[in-house]
């Protein structure tokens, strides 16, 4: 099967896991869930090898794929620090970037624009992952976008899951016009601080959608 369909199966997986459905430790099936999910083996494992990287789950070798739920703590400490480093991106793309960087932030924000449209909000975080990598990359720090980088593939399932609250794309949206304003006028005080914002309130409606879900309270809080 091809790469997408492990990134789907990832999706699906996420969801379920920060919804509840598994409990923390608890091992994941692959006969199960290859039969649950109407596909074979080898995409579903991909999907594990995935997760991994985000800490939602522990590949132990010879016994299994088995859920981590989130230490609520620790999640909130690395919103902290994403907040921080997306500001240094900006206040650098601010002063440094390119025509070239614009054009595709830009471009990735239009694509977001189109997802709000039609209020995908799976869509809309595959064109924000674009617009925000190519932020790291305007910064002309290599090193900088490389840790920002690295620490947004370890956020990635709660900064794609914050966009299911409602109303939330449309407050995206506007917080990236705001970030792209501030860096085309290069106002790099502006700049920091919309994208500061942009993480700490992404951290916010991670929280209030866990409080949606019964069992995400109780999950979060252990």
């Given amino acids: 099967m091809s790469g997408r369909t492990a990134d789907t199966l ?3 997986l996420e969801q379920m896991i920060l919804s509840g459905e598994f409990e923390d430790g608890e091992r994941l099936d692959e006969t199960r869930l290859s039969a649950r999910l109407g596909v074979s083996r080898t995409p579903l494992r991909e999907s594990f090898q995935m997760l991994a990287a985000t800490g939602l789950v522990e590949l132990i070798p010879r016994r299994g794929a088995f859920v981590r739920q989130p230490d609520v703590v620790q999640m909130f400490e690395m919103f902290e620090v994403m907040a921080e480093l997306e500001a240094m991106c900006g206040r650098l793309a601010a002063r440094l970037c390119s025509e070239d960087d614009l054009r595709r932030m830009h471009d ?8 709000l449209e039609l209020g995908d909000a799976d869509v809309y975080y595959r064109a924000n992952e ?6 790291y990359q305007a910064s002309g720090n290599s090193f900088l976008a490389g840790e920002a980088s690295r620490l947004h593939k370890r956020l990635q399932p709660f900064r794609r899951m914050q966009l299911r609250v409602r109303g939330r794309l449309k407050q995206s949206m506007d917080e990236h016009r705001d970030i792209l304003t501030a860096i085309e006028a290069a106002d790099e005080d502006r700049a920091a601080q919309a994208l500061r914002s942009h993480i700490a309130i992404q951290g916010k409606k991670f929280n209030d959608l ?3 879900y019964s069992k995400g309270p109780a999950k979060l809080a252990s």
């Fill in 10 to 12: 990832r999706e699906s």
């Fill in 108 to 115: 990735a924000a239009d694509d977001c624009d189109r997802a």
């Fill in 130 to 135: 674009v617009f925000h990598n190519a932020l």
């Fill in 210 to 212: 866990m409080a949606s």
